[in-house]
């Protein structure tokens, strides 16, 4: 029998919450429902849910501070809910980490949708030699254990930066167009601000110790793509 996956729904709105979570558990989820960012983080460290659904208003904090303390130990899915659609605020929750973005009001079958898509992005064997290692130069991420190192240093990546890197890094010394990008690493459908990939490049990079100037590593190719330096680039 398979298991339910375990859905953490973090929303203080009743009329909301409660419909919310009868058409989750139709779609076959498990709900924790946690009306306040306390409980919430309560919640996540009780239950281990398999994805947190997070609004960014909470009568306690700011949702991003949840985010935030998620993210200091788990690479867990995080949607971020809002009734604010600014771009802005959508680029700052997904920089913190947040693996996407959805606006009040949505239906339930597009919620649904995006999450089953962040479940198949963040739990998908990676393509190509799965369990083995990917490297350049002193970047070396292990497809097994999705541990990544930079100069023989850990770095902690979220979900979606770890799949760039993969991307980025399984092709070295090769472009990577951006359409490429978005559909391997969001998905063919992806509608949503063309600056998320640039903002999780931008966090990647900072993670690699790499200097959008002058890049070791993650080369941009204005207006076309992304390429990783390849293990000859990276040689001493």
């Known amino acids: 029998m398979i298991s339910k996956?375990?859905?953490?729904?973090i929303e203080d709105e009743q009329p909301i919450a409660e419909p919310l979570a009868d058409a989750l558990r139709r779609e076959g989820?498990?709900?924790?429902?946690?009306?306040s960012a306390a409980d919430g983080l309560d919640a996540f460290s009780a239950h281990a849910p398999d994805i947190v659904l997070l609004d960014v208003m909470l009568p306690d904090g700011d949702g991003r501070d949840v985010l935030r303390q998620i993210r200091q130990t788990s690479r867990v899915p995080v949607l971020m809910v809002s009734a604010r659609g600014e771009e802005m605020d959508r680029v700052l929750g997904l920089e913190l980490g947040a693996d996407d973005y959805v606006t009040k009001p949505f239906s339930a079958a597009e919620l649904v949708a995006r999450m089953r898509a962040v479940l198949r992005r963040s739990t998908a064997e990676p393509a190509?030699?799965?369990?083995?290692?990917?490297?350049?130069?002193?970047?070396?991420m292990n497809l097994d254990t999705r541990a990544v190192t930079c100069g023989g240093d850990p770095v902690d990546l979220t979900v979606k930066e770890f799949e760039l890197l993969r991307v980025l890094l399984g092709s070295a010394g090769r472009l990577v167009k951006r359409d490429d990008l978005v559909s391997e690493v969001w998905d063919a459908n992806w509608f949503g601000s063309t600056k998320t990939l640039d903002v999780h490049v931008s966090s990647l990079r900072k993670k690699l110790g790499d200097d959008p100037a002058a890049p070791r590593y993650i080369h941009t190719v204005r207006g076309v793509g992304f390429r990783f330096s390849s293990a000859d680039e990276l040689q001493p």
Not at 5 to 9: C, T
Not at 29 to 35: I, N, S, T
């Open 5 to 9: 996956k375990r859905v953490l729904v």
């Open 29 to 35: 989820f498990a709900v924790e429902l946690a009306g």
């Open 128 to 140: 190509g030699d799965a369990g083995g290692l990917l490297e350049s130069g002193d970047v070396t």
